[in-house]
DNA sequence: TTGTATGCGTTATCAC
DNA sequence: GTGATAACGCATACAA
């Protein structure tokens, strides 16, 4: 027979069961060292709570507390790829061990006013969201609700909200600086059409510095229209691993040797990028360790302590055979 | 001068500053029909929340009524692709016009009853969830906490809870009446060795029916390992795409032709895999609709309303030249 | 050591 | 049409 009907047990149903006040119940099931409960109620209290299927109710516990321990992660426009799921499992992880529930919001939740509205509904600890999301009024309104930390992700720092840099720009000058070093002069740096990857690709041309800009949509017929454009070229910067394949596999049709007539250079050290013949030198970047330092960070900004916002990644060139 | 300290502001703040009572406030911000309210209160309200930037408070609101609105995506430990990102955002968008909140959590949260209690404690009306993340105890918890809808995701139907079957046979068998149509006949599939896609490959490989079963690592040196064993193959069903990949570049290396002397077929249509040369042939899994789909069911569920899970795509087979 | 009482922000039932 | 008022589940100051 099922109980189809049947209200989620309280705190108060806990305590009528196990025969003691619902206060009490309350202290054994958050360990609260204050109020010391003998070993014996405390174990008819976790008994009665666990034959109940008893959990806590998080809005209740919220409203009163004036925390809900939630960390909200409103996922960025920008496809993400290994690199940015690690990030988020690890984040998730020591969020976790401290306590805080990670949440991540709508793929492709409207930025501005609407969505600081739906995510300070939720009454977060914190938010670390894409910067672009993210205006003057809405940050207000975030912190008018109660936000303690709102941290942006961007390229630049943002006189909005404490930052976590993606520094773009050490990753192309990085590329840059290996090309040269190859004795590669008639450079080129790849920037893709793309909506949300456009702006990186721009970051990423900045940093490269001199340079040949190529616009490339993800797609063989605009690789073979640009070409031409790559007649007088020695080096180039694909944007990352991705753009290198469809680069790498355009100019073998054309005959175009890598290499001998043009070094590739990627980015983001993609596993499938390694089945590419010549191999791809690639600009990598290490994020472990950056979840906990930005774990750490954001506690902080919660307890109210000013704090400096840790770097996202460290960068460095694996040289194969495609320069 | 900055507010740190200010109390989020509550209904009763703006109904103190419009001049009425805390109720009048809750009916116009809910559009209550049967409570008429003047045109001219409404409006003194709607800017008095305006000013102040006032949010519900979603925890109270989940307390008072009973129901969150949240949908729980707790997030598979399967790395997932283009498609599941798709389908990810369009549940969100579906999900968001009925009035919904959509959360994922937990990358690797852990499984079983620890992970039902985290999730229950949030209260969603419904959760989606990988089957094999649950256990007879802990739907049993769920539905106490009041989930009105427990989904599971899973290739095969599941006793426990209504499934969204994600049907790996039907990938393998159309992978295998293709071959066969080509005239191949000394058939081999290959099942991924890594965790996470080993049973997902195994469904495939039981859809695919006949033919040597070659346990393959994401590596060209475990490539190199079974290459031994294609000697007498003439049609390979590689598992997906990236596999596909792997295969095709290693085959490259030994020297073996694509299609002339191993017909190749891979699943899942990555952008990717169209720069390969040949082209890959490929089982491609069309998911539109199906989010509508899902958000019908769920709603079905919440309501107390029987239903059937609806199919979590169609396939169909891509012809290009790898066969 | 445990119980009583209160209020967090909200919605909803009832008077007015 | 609008305003008191109660209750949702919980944590905690205080009383016992």
């Given at each position: 027979?099922?109980?189809?009907?049947?209200?989620?047990?309280?705190?108060?149903?806990?305590?009528?069961l196990?025969?003691?006040?619902?206060?009490?119940v309350?202290?054994?099931?958050?360990?609260?060292?204050?109020?010391?409960v003998?070993e014996e109620?405390r174990?008819?209290?976790?008994?009665?709570?666990?034959?109940?299927?008893?959990?806590?109710?998080?809005?209740?516990?919220s409203?009163?507390?004036?925390?809900?321990?939630?960390?909200?992660?409103?996922?960025?426009?920008?496809?993400?790829?290994?690199?940015a799921?690690?990030?988020?499992?690890?984040?998730?992880?020591?969020?976790?061990?401290?306590?805080?529930?990670?949440?991540?919001?709508?793929?492709?939740?409207?930025?501005?006013?609407?969505?600081?509205?739906?995510?300070?509904?939720?009454?977060?600890?914190?938010?670390?969201v894409?910067?672009?999301?993210?205006t003057?009024?809405?940050?207000?309104?975030?912190?008018?609700?109660?936000?303690?930390?709102?941290?942006?992700?961007?390229?630049?720092?943002?006189?909005?909200?404490?930052?976590?840099?993606?520094?773009?720009?050490e990753?192309?000058?990085?590329?840059a600086?290996?090309?040269?070093?190859?004795?590669?002069?008639?450079?080129?740096?790849?920037?893709?059409?793309?909506?949300?990857?456009?702006?990186i690709?721009?970051?990423?041309?900045?940093?490269?510095?001199?340079?040949l800009?190529?616009?490339?949509?993800?797609d063989p017929?605009?690789?073979?229209?640009?070409?031409?454009?790559l007649?007088?070229?020695?080096?180039?910067?694909?944007?990352?691993?991705?753009y290198a394949m469809?680069?790498?596999?355009?100019?073998?049709?054309?005959?175009i040797?890598?290499?001998?007539?043009?070094a590739?250079?990627?980015?983001?050290d993609l596993?499938?990028?390694?089945?590419?013949?010549?191999?791809?030198?690639t600009?990598?970047?290490?994020?472990?360790?950056?979840?906990?330092?930005?774990?750490?960070?954001?506690a902080?900004?919660?307890?109210?302590?000013?704090?400096?916002?840790?770097?996202?990644?460290?960068?460095?060139?694996?040289?194969?055979?495609s320069?």
């Amino acid at each position: 027979m099922e109980t189809m009907t049947a209200r989620p047990p309280t705190s108060s149903d806990v305590a009528r069961l196990a025969g003691v006040s619902q206060a009490t119940v309350s202290y054994v099931l958050n360990n609260r060292a204050d109020s010391r409960v003998t070993e014996e109620t405390r174990a008819k209290v976790l008994s009665a709570a666990e034959k109940l299927g008893y959990v806590r109710h998080a809005g209740a516990r919220s409203l009163k507390t004036g925390n809900s321990g939630l960390v909200l992660l409103p996922l960025s426009d920008v496809p993400f790829g290994p690199l940015a799921t690690r990030f988020i499992e690890d984040l998730d992880h020591e969020l976790t061990a401290l306590g805080y529930t990670m949440i991540t919001y709508g793929a492709r939740q409207a930025r501005g006013m609407a969505a600081a509205r739906a995510w300070a509904e939720l009454r977060p600890a914190a938010i670390i969201v894409d910067t672009v999301k993210l205006t003057s009024a809405s940050v207000g309104l975030l912190r008018k609700a109660g936000v303690k930390a709102v941290v942006g992700i961007s390229p630049k720092p943002s006189t909005l909200v404490p930052t976590l840099v993606a520094d773009q720009t050490e990753i192309g000058a990085l590329a840059a600086r290996h090309l040269r070093s190859q004795g590669r002069r008639k450079l080129a740096v790849i920037v893709p059409r793309e909506d949300g990857l456009r702006d990186i690709g721009l970051d990423r041309r900045e940093g490269f510095g001199a340079g040949l800009q190529i616009d490339l949509a993800f797609d063989p017929a605009s690789a073979q229209e640009v070409l031409p454009l790559l007649r007088d070229i020695d080096g180039v910067f694909a944007y990352n691993d991705e753009y290198a394949m469809l680069l790498m596999s355009t100019l073998a049709d054309a005959g175009i040797r890598v290499p001998d007539d043009i070094a590739i250079v990627g980015a983001d050290d993609l596993p499938l990028a390694r089945l590419l013949r010549p191999q791809l030198t690639t600009v990598a970047l290490d994020i472990s360790g950056t979840a906990a330092a930005v774990v750490t960070f954001l506690a902080s900004l919660i307890d109210g302590t000013p704090a400096t916002p840790p770097r996202l990644w460290t960068t460095h060139l694996i040289e194969r055979s495609s320069t």
